[in-house]
């Protein structure tokens, strides 16, 4: 009697954001429908925690041969209830944050692309079959073009948008090799049918891998995350909260009984902790506040990775939604600071914040301190319960002692950028148009904050796994990371931005290296090759060179000929000797 009401109510929840699409008259109330999507999810989300129902398969027949049968299948289990309202719930206030903060856009057009990427999303969480699950994975990379270069008059957001798409492609690539491999070996791409026969397969392993390495930004293709920065806020709020970036994941935990434990261990936990520590070490060195928070999503990624690679995919998607809440609203704290303050993002030049934004300033902590992982807020669940697992298990220890560095970072970064931003000082030029007074603009901060503090302990006793008994020593280890964070902080921010090391960091030396150094050196050999080896040495000395050669040649010898009575008599006397000598050489 429960699976047909949960059945029913997440088929509704998912075709109500298509009306939008279809009709015209409900373009102008996109918000209130992904309001009424997310309060129609939340009773089967409830109800398949309640009861731990696994995997539900619904299949809708699109078409029927005799040799193909297409379908929509609908996978409802834990992973996918509770991923399902924690996206609606913020795309619902992202939408109602876009309305205050893109004015001067065109908000429906706008609005109607988020609604896309949102449903390209939820096709891919929700997905039974690999080509339904392609077809959600192209749909976020797509829609991420687009949205990533709104402003297409810019040069930065054509080249950022290039980016995301390019290092998605190469990461499509694993994703295309799974389904090649499952179609050849098993004839089908049905997710539950591979999922009960316990596929393993090392091809299988490393294309799931491949294809989370380019969507879910790791170490060696997390490049394109912080370029993507270029769009709107809004974009951006919900591209590292609960879309794109953390698809890899999420496939990576859907697909957790298909990977071969002993590489996943070995290549999920080496990717996480290399991301999280490097994407923390980067995030230290920016002013740029976007540029802050996008590093940290990158870290935060790198660190569900390492959830991965320890086996624990249920911590990995408990951080997962804990992150979605405070990071959205990071990014729409740090979108109404840009707004108000004529869209300067430099963290050094925000202006007596504090006073003239005490709303914005206030979630902005609220919400950073959940990110460094305070105890008692939903960010502290979900870390300590990762770093705890890995104490208690026979992980390696360079890939905990990196982890807790990058947790260590985490809180030094944060703590930077809240410092900075919520000072009571002016330091620049004085703004007055600072306001908090549209409620579009306050009540998605407020709402966000308020689930970001209860998500944690609503959660916890569904989704904690609970690792052996640890000393008192070893559980107070995340909390230690945030008190020597904090001091840290402290003291780095009386550091000089000119320092060798500083700018070394600034710059993003493996950025550059892949970026900047990498291309440049490419371009020159080839120049070099292209011009000096085949036009200079072969085509030239074949072609021309050579031409050239035998007209001189040719010219030398008949120039020769110059009319001299003298010179045709020598030449008469040579060639009759020779003629004689000849016959004279074949008669004896």
């Known amino acids: 009697m429960l699976e047909p009401m949960m059945i029913t109510m997440t088929f509704i929840s998912m075709l109500l954001l298509t009306l939008p699409l279809i ?8 918000t209130n429908i992904i309001k009424l999507s997310f309060l129609i999810s939340l009773p089967p989300m409830m109800l398949i925690m309640k009861h731990q129902t696994q995997i539900i398969n619904v299949n809708f027949h699109l078409i029927h041969t005799g040799m193909t049968n297409m379908e929509m299948t609908l996978m409802i289990n834990k992973y996918s209830m509770l991923f399902l309202p924690t996206a609606l719930f913020v795309t619902w206030s992202i939408m109602e ?12 057009k706008f609005q109607k692309h988020l609604l896309i990427f949102l449903i390209s999303m939820l096709t891919l969480a929700t997905a039974g079959s690999f080509m339904q699950l392609l077809i959600g994975w192209e749909g976020v990379g797509i ?3 687009m949205l990533i270069n709104w402003w297409s008059t810019r040069t930065n957001a054509n080249s950022a948008a290039l980016q995301a798409i390019i290092y998605n492609r190469i990461g499509d690539i694993g994703l295309i090799l799974v ?23 090392t091809l299988i392993t490393l294309g799931l891998i491949l294809a989370a390495i380019g969507k879910s930004a790791q170490f060696f293709m997390h490049m394109w995350l912080p370029a993507a920065m270029e769009g709107p806020t809004p974009v951006s709020s919900l591209l590292h909260s609960s879309t794109m970036v953390v698809a890899g994941i999420y496939m990576l935990a859907q697909m957790h009984p298909m990977m071969d434990a002993k590489y996943l261990t070995t290549i999920c936990l080496c990717l996480g902790t290399l991301t999280s520590i490097y994407a923390a070490l980067c995030a230290i060195a920016q002013n740029d506040i976007k540029k802050i928070i996008a590093f940290s999503t990158s870290s935060q990624l790198g660190l569900m990775m390492v959830a991965i690679g320890i086996n624990k995919p249920d911590l990995a998607m408990f951080h997962m939604i804990t992150h979605a809440t405070f990071k959205s609203t990071l990014f729409l704290c740090a979108g109404s600071i840009i707004h108000n303050m004529q869209n300067e993002q430099d963290i050094r030049k925000t202006n007596c914040i504090m006073n003239m934004l005490p709303t914005t300033t206030t979630m902005m902590t609220i919400n950073g301190i959940t990110l460094a992982g305070t105890p008692f807020l939903s960010g502290f669940y979900s870390k ?21 560095l990058s947790t260590t970072m985490t809180s030094i970064y944060t703590l930077r950028m809240m410092l900075y931003t919520t000072k009571k000082f002016f330091c620049y030029k004085p703004i007055t148009t600072q306001q908090e007074s549209s409620l579009q603009q306050m009540l998605p901060l407020i709402r966000l904050t308020l689930t970001t503090a209860v998500a944690g302990a609503i959660l916890t006793p569904t989704m904690s796994n609970t690792p052996a008994l640890l000393t008192t020593y070893m559980k107070m280890a995340p909390l230690m990371t945030i008190i020597v964070g904090t001091y840290m902080a402290t003291e780095m921010m009386k550091l000089q931005n000119t320092t060798t090391s500083w700018k070394f960091i600034s710059h993003l030396a493996f950025f550059k290296l892949l970026h900047r150094t990498l291309p440049l050196k490419t371009l020159k050999f080839s120049q070099k090759h292209s011009t000096q080896m085949t036009d200079l040495m072969w085509l030239e000395n074949i072609g021309p060179m050579t031409i050239d050669l035998s007209n001189m040649i040719a010219s030398n010898i008949t120039s020769m000929q110059k009319g001299q009575i003298k010179k045709y008599l020598t030449i008469l006397l040579i060639t009759t000797t020779i003629l004689l000598l000849t016959q004279t050489n074949l008669t004896l």
């Open 23 to 30: 009709s015209k008259k409900h373009e102008a109330k996109i």
């Open 384 to 404: 300590d319960m990762i770093i705890e697992t890995m104490m208690s298990t026979n992980t390696n220890a360079w890939a905990l002692a990196t982890t807790l």
């Open 143 to 145: 829609m991420s073009f």
């Open 179 to 201: 389904m090649a491999i499952l179609l050849s070996t098993l004839g089908t791409w049905d997710m539950m049918l591979t999922l009960t026969l316990n596929t393993k397969n």
């Open 97 to 108: 944050f876009s309305t205050w903060y893109m004015t001067n856009e065109p908000t429906k």
